[in-house]
């Protein structure tokens, strides 16, 4: 009898197990056939609106609601005076708010660089772009990239603040030098200009296995190291020479961006925390990106730009997986 009941055990597990896998498949494919519109899109967000609507509920809450409606009425008032006053409320200027949040592979790049083909489509005179930039770093190419996008904006007269609330490492840093102004949280992490490559080698296990790894190349130095071949002396060398190479361009990019920056003392791979950064010219502000936006609130209206861009599947696993192994 025991046995029974553990196999009628067994197969509701397993019929509830595929149930489950084919409900989520059909809500995938569902999901996917009912928006294939919304892949891909444009979201911009006027950020005053919502910090007015947050002020407003704590006010009801904090003073109730004959003397906040009281408030609420005041500024209305106080809003179609200086209307009047400026003929037009929409030449007040703006100040554009994007994210890039990174990852080793810097796969924001592709939204950012929609994100700032719109700012240069819309932006005029005195408009400002603030990046809320999170980036602990990752490969070069796709950093410089990303740099590279910022760098259209200051090219076309835009000033462009970056705001470090977290982190700004390496790559990171690389993009926040394109900014005219750095400002971070007092223990955001800002520097490590340096570069480092990785990786393990697993020949004398295959070799202890019995197990041959082949590796044919045309060109002395195609291949440095190898994950699964014997790695020489001279593949090493080359490699330490291309980092130094690389190393030197960071350095070159930082120089002219932020030439106030002494890279004797801060291009050796060291991080540094926001308010120590200051004092070596890494940034020019200490401060968070929500003081900068309730600030620029009072004179400016604020954008937040996003281009949202639907992920593949495996896409987002591998996202996934980096995060786990460069954590």
Same mark, same amino acid.
């Given at each position: 009898?025991?046995?029974?009941?553990?196999?009628?055990?067994?197969?509701?597990?397993?019929? =509830? !197990?595929? /149930? @489950?896998?084919? #409900? $989520? *498949?059909?809500?995938?494919?569902?999901? +996917?056939?009912?928006?294939?519109?919304?892949?891909?899109?444009?979201?911009?967000?006027?950020?005053?609106?919502?910090?007015?609507?947050?002020?407003?509920?704590?006010?009801?809450?904090?003073?109730?609601?004959?003397?906040?409606?009281?408030?609420?009425?005041?500024?209305?008032?106080?809003?179609?005076?200086?209307?009047?006053?400026?003929?037009?409320?929409?030449?007040?200027?703006?100040?554009?708010?994007?994210?890039?949040?990174?990852?080793?592979?810097?796969?924001?790049?592709?939204?950012?660089?929609?994100?700032?083909?719109?700012?240069?489509?819309?932006?005029?005179?005195?408009?400002?772009?603030?990046?809320?930039?999170?980036?602990?770093?990752?490969?070069?190419?796709?950093?410089?990239?990303?740099?590279?996008?910022?760098?259209?904006?200051?090219?076309?007269?835009?000033? =462009? !603040?970056? /705001? @470090?609330?977290? #982190? $700004? *490492?390496?790559?990171?840093?690389?993009? +926040?030098?394109?900014?005219?102004?750095?400002?971070?949280?007092?223990?955001?992490?800002?520097?490590?200009?340096?570069?480092?490559?990785?990786?393990?080698?697993?020949?004398?296990?295959?070799?202890?296995?019995?197990?041959?790894?082949?590796?044919?190349?045309?060109?002395?130095?195609?291949?440095?190291?190898?994950?699964?071949?014997?790695?020489?002396?001279?593949?090493?060398?080359?490699?330490?020479?291309?980092?130094?190479?690389?190393?030197?361009?960071?350095?070159?990019?930082?120089?002219?961006?932020?030439?106030?920056?002494?890279?004797?003392?801060?291009?050796?791979?060291?991080?540094?925390?926001?308010?120590?950064?200051?004092?070596?010219?890494?940034?020019?502000?200490?401060?968070?990106?929500?003081?900068?936006?309730?600030?620029?609130?009072?004179?400016?209206?604020?954008?937040?730009?996003?281009?949202?861009?639907?992920?593949?599947?495996?896409?987002?696993?591998?996202?996934?997986?980096?995060?786990?192994?460069?954590?």
């Amino acid at each position: 009898m025991e046995s029974l009941f553990s196999d009628y055990g067994l197969f509701l597990l397993e019929l =509830l !197990t595929i /149930a @489950v896998v084919v #409900v $989520a *498949a059909a809500l995938i494919v569902v999901s +996917a056939a009912k928006k294939p519109h919304e892949q891909n899109r444009l979201v911009v967000e006027h950020i005053n609106k919502s910090l007015e609507q947050r002020a407003d509920a704590a006010r009801r809450t904090i003073l109730g609601r004959r003397d906040s409606r009281k408030l609420i009425r005041e500024r209305k008032k106080a809003k179609k005076r200086g209307t009047a006053t400026e003929a037009s409320a929409k030449k007040r200027r703006r100040v554009f708010v994007l994210d890039f949040k990174g990852d080793i592979r810097a796969s924001a790049t592709e939204s950012l660089r929609e994100e700032v083909s719109t700012v240069l489509a819309l932006a005029e005179d005195k408009d400002e772009v603030l990046l809320r930039l999170e980036n602990p770093g990752g490969a070069v190419h796709e950093h410089g990239l990303a740099a590279s996008q910022l760098l259209r904006l200051r090219s076309r007269g835009i000033h =462009l !603040t970056v /705001a @470090v609330d977290k #982190v $700004a *490492a390496s790559g990171g840093y690389l993009m +926040a030098c394109a900014a005219d102004r750095i400002i971070a949280a007092p223990f955001a992490i800002i520097g490590s200009i340096g570069v480092l490559v990785q990786l393990p080698n697993f020949h004398r296990m295959l070799e202890h296995k019995g197990i041959d790894f082949e590796l044919l190349t045309a060109g002395r130095f195609k291949r440095t190291l190898t994950l699964f071949g014997e790695n020489t002396d001279e593949g090493r060398e080359k490699l330490r020479q291309e980092i130094i190479d690389v190393h030197e361009l960071f350095q070159q990019r930082v120089k002219e961006l932020r030439p106030a920056v002494d890279l004797e003392m801060v291009a050796t791979g060291e991080h540094w925390y926001g308010s120590h950064a200051l004092e070596l010219n890494l940034i020019d502000e200490i401060g968070t990106s929500d003081d900068f936006m309730l600030g620029a609130a009072e004179t400016a209206d604020l954008y937040r730009i996003r281009y949202r861009r639907q992920r593949k599947l495996i896409e987002r696993m591998l996202q996934g997986a980096e995060g786990v192994l460069y954590r």
